[in-house]
């Protein structure tokens, strides 16, 4: 939950009007991850006031989480999620690239309303670009992606601040948001 660009990204969607929940999950275990995440959008229905755009996202394995869930609320009301946001999405394991097709089938069970940003380095070892290209053409749903140039898998770049990355991504986040329409 305290991951640098999470934090960042949270504070820059605050600053720029949006309410933003993080929350962590101790265990990798997607199912976990999924559930935990379900947890949490039950307590936001809960609320005594109405949250009528939701986007779900996160970071690496937490990506792999917000698009299950999105996809299993998809299945329950049309425009429960608004979209989704994948920071770092690990299409693979390292050097691993045969566990893609496990991977990505909550991606490529999504409906083609929803709309998905990317956010990926190009040198993340956990996202061959020519797999990763190869299965956003599978993907019904409406996918935009942005690829930070010398970005790893943690989204650092070799030969800058961190602080002039987080801005980059931040501002591409925000940017693809408000394209959204909302």
């Not at 996202?57 to 049309?78: I, N, P, V």
């Not at 010398?150 to 980059?168: I, P, Y």
């Not at 931040?170 to 948001?177: D, F, G, P, R, Y």
Request: charged share 25%.
């Amino acid at each position: 939950m305290n991951f640098k660009h999470l934090v960042s990204l949270s504070h820059s969607l605050a600053s720029n009007g949006f309410l933003c929940l993080r929350f962590t999950c101790k265990s990798l275990q997607l199912p976990y991850r999924v559930k935990a995440y379900r947890v949490m959008w039950d307590y936001l229905k809960s609320l005594e006031f109405t949250i009528k755009r939701i986007f779900v996202g996160g970071r690496s394995m937490g990506s792999r989480a917000a698009t299950a869930l999105a996809r299993q609320l998809s299945d329950e009301s049309e425009d429960a999620v608004q979209g989704i946001i994948c920071l770092s999405f690990p299409l693979h394991p390292p050097a691993q690239t045969n566990a893609q097709r496990q991977r990505t089938e909550d991606l490529r069970g999504l409906p083609e309303h929803m709309p998905v940003l990317f956010v990926s380095g190009t040198e993340d070892c956990m996202c061959d670009r020519v797999l990763f290209d190869g299965m956003v053409k599978e993907m019904k749903a409406q996918v935009e992606v942005f690829w930070l140039r010398g970005g790893s898998h943690g989204l650092t770049v070799k030969g800058r601040t961190d602080d002039s990355v987080l801005d980059e991504v931040n501002a591409q986040v925000i940017t693809w948001i408000n394209k959204q329409g909302f």
